[in-house]
């Protein structure tokens, strides 16, 4: 293929979309971890990033590169939302044609590899993929608890979950070639304690350029030795009532932690095990007023919560997923057995 030169400059604050016009919003002072001179750009719409390897097309599936942007055919109608088994049978009828062949699915490490973590709405950089949908991309990775769910990425936030495979469809967008692994220069130099401590950082995130990082304390140093559960994630709720940490009431400290021992029982929730809320351990660790009345009424029945409001990041899902474990971790809160639910998987 033959490169062609990219324009360096950062997104713009407002950029147009296939579907019109869509404001997105970048923190300009923010880290720039994804610069357009990142990218070499070749023929055929398609992208190749210096730092991973990849090679990517610039349109989601169903949208055609045409004069430097993103257009479906105004002609036809054009599918480009899948469910992930039509994602993998699209991709496998598109590589038997000779300029589709190596084009796959990424995995979920490959796909966060491209969240532009200034931006918001999309989470992209809009000069390398322009037009993109800041909406939900399938990734090729089942998620290793429910083979019923696969990973997917929300480039309107850059937020990571697992959806059901079956009954949701997603954008889709393919990616070529091999993930050159980001620690490659330090593995070469084995016995440095401090390319280690270096290497224990690279996650993507951080910027293991900056000496000062090792002034940190690793989260793997700060959780080593706590308790954890069947999933080997910490066990924030035998931490808590072993007293292995004091949360404070609010950010200075001074308020106080009031314990209500009350459990809610929730059993509108069809085939599955019914849930519990534990007042005692939420309030052990918050006080009230965060979460009423903002979040929660403080009255019974006063909020209609789904898995569809928790995963969109409302009731629950304003900690969990967040700064609390994940709600894909169905049996933490799935766990009164009833007539009609499935056996006990955990």
Not at 12 to 19: D, I, N, R, T
Not at 25 to 42: E, I
Not at 245 to 255: H, K, L, S
Request: with cysteine.
């Amino acid at each position: 293929m033959v490169t062609k030169p990219l324009v360096v400059g950062v997104a713009a604050a407002a950029v147009l979309s296939a579907g019109g016009a869509m404001a997105q919003t970048c923190d300009l002072n923010a880290y720039d971890n994804m610069p357009s001179n990142r990218f070499v750009m070749l023929d055929g719409g398609v992208v190749r990033d210096r730092v991973t390897g990849l090679e990517w097309q610039r349109c989601a599936l169903g949208h055609d590169f045409v004069d430097g942007s993103c257009r479906d055919d105004p002609k036809k109608q054009v599918r480009s939302w899948f469910s992930w088994p039509d994602a993998l049978a699209e991709v496998e009828r598109l590589q038997s044609a000779p300029q589709f062949q190596g084009w796959r699915l990424p995995t979920v490490q490959e796909l966060r590899t491209l969240i532009y973590r200034r931006c918001q709405d999309p989470a992209l950089n809009t000069e390398v993929f322009p037009n993109a949908p800041a909406w939900f991309y399938w990734t090729a990775t089942s998620f290793a608890e429910n083979p019923d769910y696969a990973w997917q990425v929300d480039f309107k936030t850059g937020e990571t979950n697992a959806h059901l495979k079956s009954s949701i469809s997603y954008n889709v967008r393919l990616v070529k070639g091999e993930l050159i692994p980001t620690s490659r220069k330090r593995e070469e130099k084995p016995g440095d304690p401090e390319d280690e401590r270096l290497a224990a950082w690279d996650d993507g995130i951080h910027d293991t350029a900056d000496a000062d990082i090792l002034l940190l304390q690793h989260p793997n140093d700060a959780l080593a030795g706590l308790p954890r559960d069947g999933h080997d994630r910490v066990d924030w709720a035998k931490v808590l009532v072993d007293g292995l940490i004091q949360p404070r009431a609010n950010r200075e400290g001074d308020g106080e932690m009031v314990v209500w021992d009350q459990d809610i029982l929730f059993t509108d929730t069809a085939s599955m095990p019914h849930v519990v809320f534990p007042h005692k351990l939420h309030s052990m660790w918050l006080a009230c007023e965060n979460c009423h009345d903002a979040i929660f009424p403080a009255q019974r029945g006063g909020v209609d919560i789904s898995m569809g409001s928790i995963y969109s990041g409302e009731h629950c899902g304003v900690c969990h997923g967040k700064v609390a474990f994940t709600p894909n971790a169905c049996e933490r809160c799935h766990s009164v057995l009833h007539e009609g639910s499935p056996t006990k998987w955990w």
